[in-house]
């Protein structure tokens, strides 16, 4: 499916958030799920890039990803500016089994390992 970019931002030197609008809503998301993406419609680079999904809209409207640049395929989605398109498949994975209500949750994370997490945070609100 083709996503519009919406918005990115340097988190820190070398991180990203990458914010997607997809065509046609997704349907449901859920948190630990996870994307690929593909910049450009070449084979340079050939492989698409598996991204964990940060956070989304419940209706699957929206959805957005923290990139650490290490390579040219998260170098050219860096570098993606507002209106750009990014081809995504996906969302794969069964996701996290969110825990019941009055139970205590500790999230450790780091780097864009902390990205399923970002997702979990905003539904268990």
């Known amino acids: 499916m083709n996503c519009t ?51 989304f809209e419940p209706d699957g409207s929206r959805f957005g990803f923290v990139i650490q640049v290490t390579g040219r395929g998260t170098r050219l989605l860096a570098s993606l500016a507002p209106g750009g398109i990014v081809d995504v498949l996906g969302p794969f994975g069964a996701g996290f089994t969110m825990p019941g209500n009055g139970s205590r949750l500790w999230i450790v994370a780091g780097g864009t390992g902390v990205a399923p997490f970002i997702g979990m945070a905003h539904q268990l609100k």
Not at 19 to 41: H, N, R, Y
């Open 5 to 55: 970019v919406r918005e990115i931002k340097i988190l820190a030197e070398g991180f990203y958030y990458l914010s997607l609008e997809p065509d046609k809503p997704v349907g449901v998301i859920t948190p630990g799920q996870f994307m690929m993406l593909q910049v450009s419609a070449s084979t340079d680079p050939l492989l698409r890039r598996p991204m964990s999904v940060a956070d």
